[in-house]
Structure formats: structure tokens, C-alpha cells
């Protein structure tokens, strides 16, 4: 009986212990939550404030290469296109880290898989990208058989731009 007694001791022990640190560890996983859509908030609002100002460089970048091109020097256009190929690639960013905090956002979501054509949306991502890939001097070819699967259109457009473009 004694050795029962002892037993049971312990194990009630052990049993509170494990219960009080695993209530610890939802606390802190609570909190490391919290701080983490926090700073997905803070990260997302500050690309959607960088965006504004990275248009109207682009915009005024595409001003004066429509009306004054040809009044400006070659150092001048040179340094504008550099201007121009910089402010585009943050841009792209800037559109990467939106699109990445949109898909961490819809993470606790039901989705709602239907049937996609991957003809369809790799056509369409291959027509998105055939501008940037014609400026690195890249072709991309496309051969489908039409074949459909269960997904969402949208985050699969997503998955095949993001291989195609890498």
C-alpha cells in the first residue's frame, strides 16, 4: 500500500507538472501568435505605403521617357534606366511581400477546391510573364494536354508563376 501511495504521488506530481508546463507552452504560443501577425501587419503596411511612392517614380520615369528622352544626354538616360530597372524590381517586391501576407491571411480558411484547368492558368501566367522573360532574353514554350484538378485557381496561378518565374 505504501509503495501505491508512493506512486500515486508521483505520478500526480508529474501529471501536474506536465499540465502546468503545457499550459506555459500555449501562453507562449498564444503570445509568439500575436507578435507574429503583428508584425505581418507592420510588414504589410509598410509595402502597401512603399507602393504609392514606387508608382509615381515609375510614372514619372515613364514621363519623361515619352517627352523629354531626346532632349536628355546619355549619361542622363542611363542613369533614368537604372533609376527605371530598380524601382521595378521593388515594385515586384513590394507585390511579392502583398501576395505572400494575402496567402498567410487565408491560411486559416476553408478552401474550396474545384475543378482548374492547368492549361487555362499556366497560359495565362505564361502571358503575364512573357514581358519580363522577353527583357532577360528568355522564351518560354508551352505544350499542354488539357488536364483539370482540384484546386483553387487563384494560389495554383500562384504556384506556377512563381516556378516560371524562378
Known amino acids: 500500500v505504501a509503495v501505491w501511495f508512493v506512486m500515486w504521488y508521483l505520478v500526480a506530481t508529474l501529471s501536474a507538472a506536465v499540465r502546468t508546463r503545457d499550459q506555459q507552452l500555449a501562453e507562449a504560443n498564444a503570445r509568439l501568435?500575436?507578435?507574429?501577425?503583428?508584425?505581418?501587419?507592420?510588414?504589410?503596411r509598410t509595402a502597401h505605403d512603399l507602393k504609392a511612392p514606387f508608382?509615381?517614380?515609375?510614372?514619372?520615369?515613364?514621363?519623361?521617357r515619352w517627352k523629354h528622352w531626346e532632349d536628355l544626354g546619355d549619361p542622363i538616360r542611363k542613369v533614368i534606366e537604372s533609376i527605371q530597372v530598380r524601382s521595378q524590381t521593388l515594385?515586384?517586391?513590394?507585390?511579392?511581400?502583398?501576395?505572400?501576407?494575402?496567402l498567410?491571411?487565408?491560411t486559416n480558411e476553408k478552401t474550396v477546391l474545384s475543378p482548374v484547368s492547368l492549361e487555362l492558368v499556366i497560359n495565362a501566367v505564361v502571358a503575364d510573364l512573357k514581358d519580363k522573360a522577353e527583357s532577360?532574353?528568355?522564351?518560354?514554350?508551352?505544350?499542354?494536354?488539357?488536364?483539370?484538378?482540384?484546386?483553387?485557381?487563384?494560389q495554383l496561378a500562384i504556384l506556377f508563376s512563381n516556378l516560371i518565374a524562378n
Do not use: A, C, T
Not at 508608382?55 to 519623361?64: A, K, P, Y
Not at 499542354?144 to 482540384?150: A, I, N, R, T
Open 104 to 106: 498567410r491571411s487565408r
Open 91 to 102: 515594385s515586384e517586391r513590394i507585390s511579392d511581400i502583398l501576395l505572400l501576407g494575402d
Open 136 to 154: 532577360r532574353n528568355v522564351s518560354i514554350d508551352v505544350s499542354l494536354e488539357p488536364v483539370s484538378v482540384l484546386g483553387e485557381q487563384k
Open 33 to 44: 501568435m500575436k507578435v507574429d501577425e503583428e508584425i505581418n501587419r507592420q510588414v504589410l
Open 55 to 64: 508608382s509615381g517614380i515609375q510614372s514619372s520615369i515613364h514621363v519623361l
